[in-house]
């Protein structure tokens, strides 16, 4: 079994959709997690980055953890064509020295 | 800042034949990751150094596998000798450490090198 779990879709909305994106994980040290965007042919950008439990919101993006379910979310607000990417969630636990582990990441597209 | 530079962006090689994928982290980061990327397997770290030196490498799939940094601004990742199943997007990326080995430090990805073996 993978330590982060992700269901890769694809995933297809329309326009103005609210979408949720999730990932589940095993191992209970992860403290810092981490959204990464990936538009085609490109290289993963961060996007969010959450500390332990609770929300964050950046414009049109929440990030959302529950660490007693080993759950992570991202739900994007009002979404944009633009916002057709692959979405990769990204794990780390202290003193990892930088290391990150991946979801296998989720592919978004959002129709006109 | 020009962010992290990679090159080739595309390799096209036989199987048997070495290759080598090089990277330019950005300048005053001092950790540096070579990821794989497959649609079966995601983003998969391969090796990562601090300061120049291998920290981790279980990542590195078999002894074909060899990674170097020989300066602060520099690494390559060689393949040797290549087989089809190595077909994959290579990425490095680069972070500093400023936050602490306990903290988060965002990693910088570039545009990744698309390598098929044929």
């Known amino acids: 079994q993978k330590e982060v779990e992700q269901d890769p879709g694809p995933l297809s909305v329309p326009e103005g959709a609210i979408v949720s994106l999730n990932c589940t994980y095993s191992?209970?040290?992860?403290?810092?997690f981490m959204w990464y965007r990936q538009y085609s042919r490109k290289g993963p950008e961060l996007l969010m980055y959450?500390?332990?439990?609770g929300n964050k919101e950046d414009g049109r993006f929440t990030a959302q953890v529950d660490k007693s379910s080993k759950y992570i979310s991202l739900f994007i607000r009002d979404s944009q064509p633009s916002d057709s990417a692959t979405y990769l969630c990204?794990?780390?636990?202290?003193?990892?020295?930088?290391?990150?582990?991946f979801g296998t990441g989720t592919q978004l597209k959002v129709e006109l | 800042d020009a962010g992290v530079i990679q090159s080739p962006r595309h390799e096209v090689t036989e199987m048997g034949q070495e290759v080598t994928l090089r990277c330019k982290p950005i300048?005053?980061?001092?950790?540096l990751f070579w990821y794989r990327q497959t649609m079966m397997r995601g983003l998969e770290l391969l090796i990562y150094?601090?300061?120049?030196?291998?920290?981790?490498d279980s990542g590195m799939p078999e002894d074909r596998f060899s990674a170097k940094m020989p300066n602060a601004s520099f690494s390559t990742l060689k393949i040797q000798p290549s087989e089809p199943r190595d077909s994959a997007v290579y990425f490095c990326?680069?972070?500093?450490?400023?936050?602490?080995?306990?903290?988060?430090?965002?990693?910088?990805f570039g545009p990744g090198t698309r390598l098929t073996v044929l």
């Open positions: 150094f601090n300061n120049n030196v291998p920290i981790d």
């Open positions: 191992n209970s040290a992860f403290q810092y």
């Open positions: 959450t500390y332990s439990s």
């Open positions: 990326a680069s972070s500093s450490g400023l936050a602490g080995a306990l903290s988060y430090n965002e990693q910088f």
């Open positions: 300048s005053g980061h001092d950790y």
């Open positions: 990204a794990m780390k636990r202290p003193g990892g020295g930088n290391k990150l582990t």
